[in-house]
């Protein structure tokens, strides 16, 4: 009876290890999911509050991306952020937009940058549409940071010059 039971049990193992192992395969994180290492992040951790934007775009975990995903369209990106802010973080995201010069609301561009995993994302406005870079298919899944931007960029679009009608301010006395 008790070597019954062993065999039982010994033949239940085997599948179960088996199952652990594919399971364990299945979770892991995929190289876009991977944490950035040490060196890369201080690195990118550098730009924040810094004017240094066609740095970023050079910089050697970002420029290979933005390549496969742009293609020619990185002159178009960096001819839309000739004139930006500073580099920030939005979301955990380094961030910056801007413009081409002298038009502004008309030719605009954004970068993001995962502090977590280095995916880059970028976009552009050109006669009132935004083309979208990254690998996201679907609007919904895009990073807040991209998201947040476009949904700024197309307020200010139907606003025009006018202030928001819903705002109420309340200067300090």
């Not at 990106?77 to 961030?95: F, H, Q």
């Not at 937009?97 to 954004?110: K, L, T």
């Not at 807040?144 to 931007?149: E, I, K």
Request: aromatic letters at 8%; one cysteine or more.
């Amino acid at each position: 009876m008790l070597k019954l039971r062993q065999s039982r049990w010994k033949a239940m193992i085997r599948p179960c290890t088996l199952y652990l192992f594919l399971s364990l395969l299945v979770c892991m994180p995929s190289p876009s999911q991977t944490k950035l290492s040490a060196q890369d992040h201080q690195r990118l951790m550098s730009y924040i509050n810094t004017y240094n934007s066609m740095k970023l775009l050079a910089d050697p975990l970002v420029q290979p991306q933005l390549a496969h995903l742009m293609g020619a369209q990185i002159s178009h990106l960096k001819r839309n952020l000739n004139v930006a802010g500073p580099i920030g973080v939005s979301s955990e995201m380094l961030t910056f937009s801007g413009n081409a010069p002298h038009q502004g609301m008309e030719e605009n561009g954004f970068l993001g940058v995962s502090l977590y995993n280095g995916e880059v994302y970028a976009c552009l406005l050109t006669k009132g549409k935004f083309e979208v870079y990254g690998k996201e298919k679907q609007y919904n899944f895009l990073p807040d940071a991209v998201r947040q931007w476009i949904e700024a960029t197309w307020a200010r679009l139907q606003l025009g010059i006018k202030d928001p009608p819903n705002v109420v301010l309340h200067p300090a006395r």
